[in-house]
């Protein structure tokens, strides 16, 4: 089957001024986005997850630069805009953002309402009267109840799963082509956080719009994903389906990230724990970032720095340990059969 | 074999004041927690865990019950020296370690305050010998004393945190929500941390938190609490065997799992109170099978039985 792209990213650079010094935080990422998809971004905090999305937005902090690469939307370069005007038609338009704290991203002093018919009448041109009526629909999409009663209250009125679904009603009030949820549930509970993760879903296959997720909980990306990008020190370390991912990764930091969750561990005995600390972006990588953590770790990650190798048409891997050189590598005991174990584990017939 | 009880709460409330009432945010909670072993208060944001948590260690007023430490009621009026023994015997950990430690103080002073507040040493070569101990015990450098806590990350100061609890050599540590402020690579250290020291020093853990799924790894016993409501006690294997509260199998059904086929496949049950009929038969607090609490009425139990079966 043939997927179109949507959006591509080519060698993308991105480096922040700090204090007189330059952080290199997006170092060297081409990613294609298929139309419809559901992408999952995981990493560690740092990782520049959500640096890497931002630039789709023009959304970088005022230190934070592009210092090379292309990103292509819709036949034009989105790393050469310059002015906020052209950003205003890209912006919350054709690629809008769910952020982590609904608190945070909703005006604390303005009626929900208020907030939703804004983006209607700014970006949809509809008159007061209209513009409520679709607001009202929105929010009933979405899943508030009652809201037509709901749409003169204030943000401090909703709870926090309730203020999550107005971010996303206004998020979708554009029809945007990507939607970007950057950790969208991670302030919320599990409950409210399955709740929400179904909307988005449901609303997908309505809207049909592309979905990219940034999140560090690889139970949720299990929930959502059809395809992973692990990202690993400012780069993408492996892509693949989320099959893929999870049931065969290739690369010893996938191993280590899905060898460390707490889903995994069995009562008695020791969880993995991912050994040192991620590199300095200050500072120049040499070779494989991951390589001083890395158990698995030989001679040559230390000096070059490890192209992709291709191990399926959708699974790519940075790791010399997919170089037919390299010594053969069994993944983790712990991960080798990843739905045999969590059901073994759902069934409580593993122990110590 | 009889084990020994070190905490007991029975027909606990703690209300706060709300308008011209007051607001019930825990009503009847009962459990023990023995000596030794990890005991778990689950449940969502607004559900009392953290408040019957607070009221453990005194922090929040209670307004009706009793809770027992080592044979002794601690929530009334005590002796001072009463008030000390319990004050040294129950630490907590915090879950924000941004926000829990003291910003304008070194590590040496947060560390030894408690040591200093109880008089724990003879001379100051002994509490600093006691500081770089318990840096030590928690995977923290000699050298670390004499910094700040903005010098530190987000894992390091949790361990500050754990250090700063264990010196006092307490008897039952309340960890809220130790790990949620983490990155998922440190929450594995954190927990095999805690692990590690309980076997060493044979502690008891009350441990608060949200995530079914890092609990279930960690504890022996869980409580799922529901609007400051216990409804399901048991211990962890049966828990997730044999969930019979629908809140419990709510909850459950909505941890995420790093697992696409099961994730893909799963069904979300939502829970409204609307699901219990109480009109006729009023519920209670019943050992279904040994261990194994569940709130519920007659016919429910009935249910839950026949289901067990």
């Not at chain 1, 912006?91 to 002093?109: C, E, Y």
């Not at chain 2, 590690?196 to 938190?209: D, P, R, S």
Request: aromatic share 8%; proline share 5%; with cysteine.
């Amino acid at each position: 089957m043939e997927k179109n792209v949507i959006l591509s990213v080519r060698d993308l650079v991105v480096k922040f001024h700090v204090r007189d010094r330059i952080l290199t935080a997006i170092r060297n990422i081409s990613l294609d986005l298929y139309e419809n998809e559901t992408l999952a971004i995981v990493g560690e905090s740092g990782s520049g997850k959500t640096v890497m999305t931002k630039t789709f937005t023009g959304m970088l902090e005022s230190n934070g630069f592009i210092a090379g690469g292309k990103i292509f939307f819709e036949g034009r370069d989105l790393a050469a805009i310059t002015s906020n005007k052209e950003w205003e038609k890209i912006r919350g338009i054709k690629i809008a953002t769910v952020f982590q704290d609904p608190m945070s991203s909703l005006n604390p002093i303005r009626s929900i309402g208020s907030q939703i018919t804004e983006v209607i009448k700014k970006h949809q041109g509809k008159d007061g009267a209209e513009a409520k009526q679709l607001a009202i629909d929105l929010m009933n999409r979405v899943g508030i109840p009652n809201a037509a009663d709901r749409f003169n209250e204030y943000p401090f009125q909703y709870s926090g799963g309730m203020r999550q679904r107005i971010v996303i009603a206004i998020a979708l009030a554009c029809r945007p082509q990507i939607l970007i949820c950057d950790e969208p549930t991670t302030a919320l509970d599990v409950t409210i956080q399955a709740q929400i993760l179904q909307l988005i879903k449901d609303l997908q296959k309505e809207f049909h719009f592309t979905t990219i997720y940034i999140t560090h909980d690889l139970g949720v990306v299990a929930n959502v994903a059809q395809r992973v990008a692990v990202m690993y020190a400012g780069q993408i370390v492996e892509y693949g389906t989320a099959e893929e991912i999870f049931y065969s990764p290739k690369h010893p930091y996938t191993w280590a990230l899905l060898s460390s969750l707490p889903q995994l561990g069995i009562k008695g005995e020791r969880l993995y724990s991912i050994p040192g600390t991620p590199p300095s972006l200050f500072n120049e990588v040499k070779g494989d970032a991951f390589a001083p953590r890395n158990p698995y770790a030989i001679g040559i990650d230390f000096e070059e720095e490890p192209p992709f190798f291709q191990i399926s048409q959708t699974h790519q891997a940075k790791t010399w340990l997919l170089d037919p050189r390299a010594p053969k590598v069994e993944p983790p005991v712990a991960i080798r059969d990843l739905h045999g174990r969590i059901t073994a584990i759902l069934k409580g017939q593993v122990s110590k | 074999m009889e084990r020994e009880v070190i905490l007991s709460v029975r027909d606990l409330e703690v209300s706060f004041p709300k308008g011209k009432g007051r607001f019930i945010a825990v009503r009847d909670a009962n459990f023990d927690i023995y000596k030794g072993e990890t005991f778990a208060l689950v449940g969502e944001s607004g559900s009392g865990k953290t408040t019957i948590g607070r009221s453990i260690i005194r922090i929040n007023p209670t307004s009706k019950g009793k809770i027992i430490f080592e044979g002794k009621v601690i929530n009334e009026k005590l002796s001072a020296e009463e008030d000390r023994q319990v004050i040294k015997n129950i630490q907590m950990i915090f879950q924000d370690p941004a926000t829990s430690l003291n910003e304008r103080a070194t590590i040496d002073y947060i560390i030894s305050e408690g040591l200093v507040n109880f008089k724990m040493f003879k001379s100051q070569e002994e509490r600093k010998e006691k500081v770089v101990k318990s840096l030590a015990e928690v995977g923290l450098l000699q050298e670390h004393v004499t910094r700040y806590p903005h010098e530190f990350s987000g894992g390091q100061r949790q361990r500050i945190g754990i250090a700063r609890a264990m010196i006092m050599e307490p008897k039952l540590i309340i960890a809220d929500e130790p790990i949620s402020a983490l990155d998922v690579s440190i929450r594995a250290q954190v927990l095999n941390l805690m692990k590690a020291l309980q076997e060493e020093k044979g502690l008891t853990y009350l441990f608060i938190a949200h995530d079914l799924s890092v609990v279930r790894f960690i504890s022996d016993r869980i409580a799922v609490i529901h609007l400051g409501r216990i409804v399901e006690l048991a211990n962890t294997a049966d828990l997730f065997l044999h969930p019979l509260h629908p809140y419990t199998r709510s909850l459950l059904s909505a941890v995420p799992m790093p697992d696409p086929i099961s994730e893909k496949a799963k069904e979300l049950m939502v829970y409204t109170e609307n699901l219990h009929d109480y009109s006729v038969h009023q519920p209670s607090f019943v050992e279904i099978t040994p261990g194994h609490f569940v709130w519920a009425n007659e016919p429910e139990l009935e249910q839950y039985r026949e289901l067990l079966k």
